[in-house]
């Protein structure tokens, strides 16, 4: 099969599902219809089969490669997305806390730093889940005020050691509202706090964008749908020894966790617990081979910074008809850029001169920059499958629309 005249002229800067490199779509043409000279395709073969496990091994070994990952920590395949991680993470480090806690009858504090959409819907499942959850902070009313500080986490009104945090939770890339945390901040927290506290991150939309210091966090955690494959497959990153039964402990607070939730199942049997999502594996397969070709994450992380330099550069210069919406430079996301155009009249957003906007994106073959339906205004996703040049048509309709 080859890639097609439409396939080669359009640029997808969709948030989600989103853009994969064309040369890894051909060549998963092939093996969905057969692997490797199997005769069957990727998606008829046996999960148990030596075939298939060789798959996903490599999927494994690459992925460890680029992250950095020590064998200290399992890398779990899962089904379900980011969003059922928000229980998940909670309820399996809830049962750790279980585990060294037993006789305890309170449940301990849960810690959340809210920034966004995710990490504000982390906060109200975990407020489902269990009865002592502490936001942190909440960083958002600051995100669009360019007088507002961005609160340092120095300054977190973070629970209590003596009470034991179960965990720590921050979303590093908020795709909705084009947050990013700065790469710094954990370093920034108290060294006891960091020693003491599982650190849990949800990097579903910057994952492979930048380097994550993994020895740093007990936990983090990934759909694939945005700079790895499609949607159906979401990685988990844990380290091994806090992964316990949840059936072993009993805690008034703590629920019988479903199945499917227990990271111990996957890790104990090589993600196979359960048939897992294999084409979606599959295709990540190939993206994390041509990451590593294409220089890993070092090379991602550079084209990330010069991709998002031209767009924020061609809004910047334009401050009567663009404005960001996240008014601080260094929490901009290099992924998720989201910014409103402006009425010339009265300087206020327009949803009538974002429409135009669109629809001379459209006239150039650049699609899915509308923003969330939840907050409006334009998102230009810049995954890793984006390229420079195709960057660089977006930053000449920002310098044409500014024009006209």
């Avoid at 000279?37 to 680029?66: C, I, N, P, W, Y």
């Avoid at 990685?235 to 949840?246: S, T």
């Avoid at 300087?347 to 509308?370: D, M, R, T, W, Y």
Wanted: proline letters at 6%; charged letters at 20%.
């Amino acid at each position: 099969m080859s890639t097609t005249e439409a396939r080669e002229r359009t640029i997808n800067l969709g948030a989600g599902p989103s853009m994969l490199p064309t040369s890894v779509l051909l060549e998963a043409s092939k093996g969905i219809v057969d692997y490797e000279g199997t005769g069957m395709g990727v998606t008829e073969l046996s999960h148990r089969s030596s075939t298939f496990k060789k798959l996903l091994s490599q999927a494994e070994a690459d992925l460890r490669t680029l992250l950095d990952i020590p064998q200290e920590y399992a890398v779990l395949f899962l089904q379900g997305g980011g969003t059922e991680q928000f229980s998940a993470t909670l309820l399996n480090l809830l049962a750790l806390y279980a585990s060294k806690n037993r006789g305890r009858a309170t449940p301990p504090p849960v810690d959340y730093v809210l920034t966004g959409t995710w990490s504000n819907k982390a906060v109200k499942e975990a407020h489902r889940l269990t009865s002592r959850v502490n936001v942190v902070c909440d960083i958002r009313p600051t995100i669009q005020d360019p007088s507002a500080s961005i609160p340092a986490p120095e300054t977190w009104k973070l629970s209590s050691l003596d009470d034991a945090p179960a965990m720590l939770y921050y979303c590093d890339n908020e795709t909705i509202d084009g947050f990013e945390m700065p790469m710094d901040f954990i370093q920034r927290l108290p060294k006891e706090y960091r020693e003491r506290v599982p650190i849990v991150a949800d990097c579903s939309s910057n994952i492979l964008s930048r380097p994550i210091d993994v020895r740093a966090h007990s936990l983090i955690f990934f759909g694939a749908q945005k700079n790895i494959g499609p949607s159906g497959t979401t990685i988990v990153i844990v380290r091994r020894d806090l992964v316990v039964d949840p059936d072993a402990v009993e805690a008034s607070y703590l629920m019988p966790l479903p199945t499917t939730l227990v990271y111990k199942h996957y890790m104990d049997n090589d993600s196979l617990y359960n048939t897992p999502p294999m084409f979606p594996i599959y295709i990540s397969s190939l993206v994390f081979k041509k990451l590593l070709d294409d220089g890993g994450i070092k090379a991602a992380q550079e084209r990330a910074e010069t991709k998002s330099k031209m767009v924020y550069d061609a809004l910047e210069a334009y401050p009567t008809v663009y404005k960001p919406t996240v008014a601080h430079a260094h929490t901009r996301s290099h992924m998720n850029l989201t910014f409103r155009i402006l009425d010339k009249n009265t300087g206020s957003p327009s949803e009538e001169a974002e429409a135009q906007f669109v629809a001379l994106c459209a006239e150039h073959h650049i699609l899915q920059v509308k923003g969330h339906r939840s907050v409006g205004g334009i998102r230009t996703s810049l995954y890793n499958a984006v390229t420079i040049e195709q960057a660089q048509c977006l930053v000449d309709v920002l310098h044409k629309f500014a024009s006209a």
